[in-house]
């Protein structure tokens, strides 16, 4: 996660997981329909496990305190652990393109989501499926490297704006094609980096006369040094797969 960042109180963005991909840090995932999650990539996948409720990686359990006092005000229930009994990536998903970078994973058990610390995110449906998010700025989160090239330990966001994905192809032309089926998003303003891979590209809207977070997009790949002036980040556009999310979210 790189510039404009801000740290994540741990009611703010109720929404992220973290899975133990066989890596050192861990990538993230979105809770979007019980016991359905979104993660990024697929190796060894059914290995692994999937943490709900997580804010804080370096403590067991997440706490506010009292900055003066340095004492305990709340915490936040521990998080969740489940095991993954199935996934499944998308049949055209290519390696090399970076292309059709969604998956599904189906829990090993429903989520417990009665908890403060986790809420599952809307999916773009209706009108929100085709909103064009160009010019927008949608928010960011993971635990991601930061400017500093180090990854973080707290949860954290930023605001990232939607660049016209016509520029983008042209940016990517020489690597890889970037088709409707992608969002781009971010640049030296503020930009998803290593690490954050899987994590949400969301925004808050109404959803049934209510507040809700819904999630347009997944984070991809970007470029080598994350927040490089006129070089966006990719993402998957959520809403282009509603139809093979919804006729693979099975009870």
Wanted: charged share 20%.
């Amino acid at each position: 996660m790189a510039l404009g960042l801000v740290v994540v109180h741990r009611d703010g963005v109720p929404l992220r997981s973290v899975s133990d991909q066989l890596s050192i840090r861990p990538h993230g995932g979105s809770l979007s329909h019980q016991p359905a999650s979104v993660p990024q990539t697929y190796r060894d996948v059914l290995r692994s496990t999937v943490r709900l409720g997580e804010h804080d990686l370096a403590v067991a359990v997440d706490c506010e305190m009292d900055p003066e006092l340095g004492t305990v005000i709340s915490c936040a229930p521990p998080p969740q652990d489940y095991a993954i009994e199935r996934a499944l990536p998308h049949p055209q998903f290519d390696r090399k393109k970076l292309a059709n970078d969604i998956g599904l994973i189906r829990l090993s058990r429903a989520a417990d989501i009665t908890t403060e610390s986790i809420r599952p995110i809307c999916l773009p449906v209706g009108e929100t499926q085709g909103l064009s998010m160009e010019g927008k700025k949608l928010k960011v989160a993971g635990w991601g490297a930061t400017e500093s090239g180090t990854s973080s330990d707290d949860l954290l966001q930023t605001n990232v704006p939607v660049v016209p994905l016509s520029r983008c192809a042209s940016i990517y032309q020489a690597a890889v094609p970037i088709t409707v089926r992608q969002l781009c998003a971010g640049g030296k303003v503020g930009d998803s980096c290593s690490g954050d891979s899987g994590g949400p590209l969301f925004q808050q809207g109404d959803v049934d006369d209510e507040t809700r977070f819904i999630q347009f997009g997944i984070v991809s790949f970007g470029p080598k040094r994350c927040g490089t002036p006129d070089k966006p980040g990719v993402y998957t556009r959520v809403g282009y797969y509603m139809d093979w999310i919804l006729d693979n979210l099975h009870p």
